[in-house]
């Protein structure tokens, strides 16, 4: 189906196309016969038009198609969009933030008080789905009332993955 012509370049295409046909006229009336010349301003009259008419285009090195190119590219780039607003939403910020100290050995110490609650449901999401988990012989009870999360956690290779995707979407 052809896509409709932007009001924009109409008079672009109408000035060039109205050029080449009065060359064109200019050609044929004056001289004895129709030549190269003639078929090519025929063939730049059409060119501004083609876009409507025409999917795709071959050429010696091969065909490609136009319009299907930039559905794709925008059908592709939504997709992106899609993912990024994802992964950047998958994780919480303070869960994000237990991710990357596990992800950099920094410290990440807990208390029984006010982190605790909060940590524990924090640390067991991120186990669910599969970005850290528990070193042997380690469990949530076993935590006890201070320490260091890293002595009973590690970063799985599927967290250090998203990690690294998340960080390539921010830049």
Do not use: C, N
């Amino acid at each position: 189906m052809p896509e409709p012509t932007s009001p924009r370049d109409l008079p672009t295409r109408i000035t060039i196309s109205a050029a080449a046909l009065a060359v064109l006229a200019l050609k044929l009336f004056a001289p004895h016969r129709v030549d190269i010349t003639a078929a090519a301003l025929l063939l730049l009259a059409l060119i501004p038009w083609m876009s409507t008419i025409l999917s795709s285009v071959d050429t010696a090195a091969g065909g490609f198609v136009l319009r299907e190119i930039s559905r794709t590219q925008d059908s592709q780039q939504d997709e992106i969009d899609r993912m990024k607003f994802l992964f950047e939403h998958l994780v919480p910020a303070e869960e994000l933030r237990h991710l990357q100290h596990l992800a950099d050995d920094a410290p990440l110490p807990y208390d029984r008080s006010y982190t605790r609650p909060y940590l524990d449901a924090e640390l067991r999401r991120l186990a669910g789905v599969g970005l850290i988990s528990r070193k042997p012989g380690r469990s949530f009870s076993a935590m006890g009332d201070t320490g260091d999360v890293r002595d009973h956690f590690i970063i799985t290779d599927s967290g250090r993955t998203y990690l690294q995707i998340l960080q390539t979407f921010r830049s």
